[in-house]
């Protein structure tokens, strides 16, 4: 129980698979958490039903019955040198603005991460802020031996988690699922790479 309403009064937090009827209210989240319009929504809406090497897992953060923050783990690969190995993207993860800075998007992480080795996924990856996720088990992935898919996330912001199913051997590069791809969803673009 570490959220509260914007008026103050104390309630539990719950953290429960994503349902249909979940749908729009995670739209809402996203659009408003990441203020840029439809990019996220479609996202997400793209990600539930695309193929993928792993199904997508997703969870919605409630207070009392308002979906107020929402994660999304889906498949992607890692160009491992014996072999394609199977790993989870940690994308998005979204919490409404008045609810942010209350521990709810910590709990979604930890849960994510927790659900990915539950499923025995060795590896979780992302793009983010090293100072946000440097404090919920993920590590800078270059200088942990990784290659993103990409050059153009800023500095930092390609992070892993490794969980208990990771195996020495599994270096190599990050690669995304189509659908990431097809929406420009990779990296930054322009002048938002040379934002800070």
């Known amino acids: 129980m570490d959220s509260s309403d914007p008026e103050g009064e104390h309630v539990e937090l719950v953290i429960r698979e994503e349902r249909a009827e979940d749908h729009q209210a995670v739209r809402e989240v996203h659009a408003l958490a990441f ?25 919605v953060a409630l207070v009392g019955e308002r979906v107020v923050g929402h994660v999304m783990l889906s498949g992607c690969r890692l160009d491992a040198l014996p072999r394609l190995v199977g790993v989870f993207t940690l994308s998005p993860l979204g919490v409404l603005p008045d609810f942010q800075s209350q521990g709810i998007g ?5 849960h994510a991460l927790a659900e990915a080795d539950s499923h025995g996924v060795p590896l979780v990856f992302l793009e983010g802020s090293p100072q946000y996720y440097g404090k919920r088990g993920f590590v800078d992935a270059t200088t942990a031996g990784f290659r993103p898919p990409t050059l153009r996330y800023p500095p930092g912001a390609f992070q892993v ?31 938002r790479l040379a934002t800070p």
């Not at 910590?106 to 930890?110: E, K, S």
């Not at 791809?181 to 990296?187: I, K, P, Q």
Request: aromatic share 12%.
């Open 35 to 59: 203020g840029d319009g439809e990019r996220v929504p479609v996202l997400v809406d793209a990600l539930r039903v695309a193929p993928a090497l792993l199904a997508p897992l997703s969870w």
């Open 106 to 110: 910590t709990r979604l992480v930890a």
């Open 161 to 191: 988690a490794k969980l208990s199913s990771y195996e020495e051997w599994m270096t190599g590069t990050f690669v995304y699922s189509d659908t990431f791809w097809a929406l420009d969803c990779v990296g930054l673009r322009g002048d």
